[in-house]
Nanobody, 126 residues
Framework: QVQLVESGGGLVQAGGSLRLSCAAS????????MGWFRQAPGKEREFVAA????????NYADSVKGRFTTSRDNTKNALYLQMNSLKPEDTAVYYC???????????????????WGQGTQVTVSS
């Protein structure tokens, strides 16, 4: 059974940095898609970043390119999101996600195949 637990959220001033971590149990090499999504108050959940099992394929949302970096350490069953140059519009609950298909993670289809963490709050003050 897959379990994902995020940590590292908090309050930071604009221009600052945070590093999110996701502890993933039950995730094996068959789970090729792992990544991050976020949801701000009153808005729909949106894609942030995705990374394949090997780390050879990575995608970012245009809004975070050049500022956020995702990585994974399969020996530690961990996923990371380094967030630099944070902006107030980055304020959201950030969720870790995992699925067997990398494309499935990008499209969230089928929905029942995607595992989610409980989320961690990131607040960026201006």
């Amino acid at each position: 059974q897959v379990q994902l637990v995020e940590s590292g959220g908090g309050l930071v001033q604009a221009g600052g940095s945070l590093r999110l971590s996701c502890a993933a149990s039950g995730v094996t090499s068959s789970y090729n898609g792992m990544g991050w999504f976020r949801q701000a108050p009153g808005k729909e959940r949106e894609f942030v970043a995705a990374i394949s099992w090997s780390g050879g394929t990575i995608n970012y949302a245009d809004s975070v390119k050049g500022r956020f970096t995702t990585s994974r350490d399969n020996t530690k069953n961990a996923l990371y999101l380094q967030m630099n140059s944070l902006k107030p519009e980055d304020t959201a609950v950030y969720y870790c996600a995992a699925t067997r298909s990398y494309y499935g993670l990008l499209t969230l289809k089928p929905a029942e195949s995607v595992y989610w963490g409980q989320g961690t709050q990131v607040t960026v003050s201006s």
